[in-house]
Nanobody, 125 residues
Framework: QAQLVESGGGLVQAGGSLTLSCTAS????????MGWFRQAPGKEREFVASVNWIGTNFDYSDSAKGRFTISRDSARNTVYLRMNSLKPEDTAVYFC??????????????????WGQGTQVTISS
């Protein structure tokens, strides 16, 4: 059974850093695009970052660009999201996703077939 498990969330002060991890199992993910999304209370799930299957193409939301870095270790079936200069507005549940979206869908929730359970990130001011 395909499974994505996130870890690394927590409570940090504004300006701090966190690294989220997502480990995949149960099926081959090496050909999948991996993405990170987040959902704040009362808001829709939104795209944060993605990396293609070979690790050569990266995409970031405007809010993540310059502060967050997505990477993947295919040997470990793991994708990471390094988050620096965190702000209170980054507070959300962060979800890992896997799939094979067409380029125009890589920022869309429905572009991904597999999702993790989410990890809470809370940034205090």
């Amino acid at each position: 059974q395909a499974q994505l498990v996130e870890s690394g969330g927590g409570l940090v002060q504004a300006g701090g850093s966190l690294t989220l991890s997502c480990t995949a199992s149960g099926r081959p993910f090496s050909r999948d695009t991996m993405g990170w999304f987040r959902q704040a209370p009362g808001k829709e799930r939104e795209f944060v970052a993605s990396v293609n299957w070979i690790g050569t193409n990266f995409d970031y939301s405007d809010s993540a660009k310059g502060r967050f870095t997505i990477s993947r270790d295919s040997a470990r079936n793991t994708v990471y999201l390094r988050m620096n200069s965190l702000k209170p507005e980054d507070t959300a549940v962060y979800f890992c996703a896997a799939g094979q979206p067409v380029l125009s869908d890589r920022r869309q929730v429905n572009g991904y077939d597999y999702w993790g359970q989410g990890t809470q990130v809370t940034i205090s001011s």
